[in-house]
């Protein structure tokens, strides 16, 4: 009588640290994957592979969720292409932050949430006009912020809206910063979504901003060295502290301009790590200094916040932010969604910060990208020489 064989997976992710946070799980183990789901996880299991990674040396992540980009190419000047700055380096699902209005909202939803095959969400602009060129404010017509647009596109489109996005810069708002967060806050209290605001450059101090926010808003940026962040000196100011205790979330969002290492340096040191890291990625940083979400994140590892809570932040915790945990994005598990992040430590290189300064630090590439079962070919780091 012959023997059955072994049930085969289609691949298998061999020997790699498996660092799930939303489980708890890291260690070393294989990640077995048989169509669009992970079947198992567990050690000895590269015997049943049809095909075989090897990740030794490697950390094993869920596929990365990010939570802050600007990605409407084609009609904003500051998109991003979707896949090629995101999913071939690693990211499976993305938050666009108020690249769209409501008036532009059908061309985002055509253009980039069905023209791409990761999963796409968005905070939608309080303006109608979004952020198409960052030249030229949005809301310096405080008109532009018209209520009703903007309730019924959150309303019609439940699955891509999760959430309202203002910028308070004074380049973008003018005097009228108190008035407009006041009637964006109204607007996502009615819609029952959150708001994400940006800081830096506000006429007022941080403090008078965050007395609006309420539990589950977002404060993008909190790492910037523009004038009135979150430090006081060394230490993070208590209004900072006592808006995070009752629930606001703070976003590291690192973009062209809002990310100072010295700044972050001593956030961190002091205690204070972003809930939600992101690298606010768009067409005017996707090269440079920004690059991609596993830089932004090696940048923060090399400032002294922990790779396991860096991970945390760049999965499980925006996935629960924008709704995508009950997709199962965020995690990985036996019977979830195939969708992993093979991120490898490579020699060190030059960093740059929003404001030209550097580090020297070991960099991260996501040298295996596996999307809903299948192995995504990704691109090279589009930075420059290794120090």
């Given amino acids: 009588m012959s023997v059955p064989s072994q049930p085969s997976f289609d691949l ?9 946070p939303a489980s708890g799980l890291n260690e070393r183990c294989d990640v077995a994957i048989s169509g669009a789901q992970v079947a198992a996880i567990g050690p000895d299991l590269a015997a049943r592979g049809s095909e075989v990674i090897d990740c030794a040396g490697s950390t094993v992540v869920p596929g990365l969720v990010e939570g802050h980009s600007h990605i409407f190419q084609y009609v904003s000047k500051v998109g991003a292409p979707a896949e090629e700055a995101h999913l071939r380096r690693g990211v499976v699902a993305v938050a666009d932050a108020g690249t769209a ?4 909202f059908p061309a985002f939803r055509k253009l980039v949430v069905e023209g791409n095959d990761l999963r796409i969400v968005n905070f939608l602009n309080v303006s109608v006009l979004g952020l198409i060129d960052f030249r030229f404010g949005e809301l310096m017509n405080p008109d532009t912020l ?12 439940p699955d891509v809206v999760r ?9 973008v708002v003018g005097p009228n910063w108190e008035a407009l967060l006041k009637k964006s806050i109204a607007l996502a209290e009615q819609a029952k979504l959150p708001l994400m605001v940006h800081i830096g450059e506000t006429e007022e101090p941080l403090p008078a901003v965050l007395d609006y926010l309420r539990a589950g808003d977002i404060v993008a940026h909190c790492y910037t060295g523009k004038p009135h962040g979150i430090l006081d000196g060394d230490r993070v100011l208590p209004e900072v502290n006592a808006a995070r205790e009752r629930g606001v979330l703070f976003d590291s969002a690192h973009g062209k301009s809002n990310l100072s290492f010295e700044v972050a340096r001593r956030a961190i040191a002091d205690g204070f790590l972003p809930d939600v890291l992101s690298s606010d990625t768009s067409a005017r940083n996707w090269r440079g200094p920004v690059f991609d979400l596993v830089t932004s994140i090696a940048k923060l590892v090399a400032l002294g916040a922990p790779l396991t809570e860096c991970i945390r932040r760049a999965t499980v915790a925006p996935a629960a932010l924008l709704g995508l945990d009950g997709e199962g994005y965020g995690r990985l598990e036996a019977g979830g969604r195939a969708d992993v992040t093979v991120l490898t430590e490579t020699s060190e290189v030059e960093l740059p910060d929003a404001a030209g300064n550097t580090i020297v630090a070991p960099r991260l590439e996501p040298t295996t990208v596996v999307h809903n079962g299948a192995v995504v070919e990704t691109v090279p780091w589009r930075g420059g020489a290794t120090a």
Avoid at 12 to 20: H, K, N, Q
Avoid at 146 to 157: E, G, K, M, P, Y
């Fill in 12 to 20: 298998v992710l061999a020997g790699g640290t498996v660092l799930d």
């Fill in 101 to 104: 209005g409501a008036s532009t």
């Fill in 146 to 157: 018209v209520v009703d647009d903007a309730l019924a596109t959150a309303a019609q489109n």
């Fill in 163 to 171: 959430g309202f996005k203002i910028r308070l810069s004074e380049d």
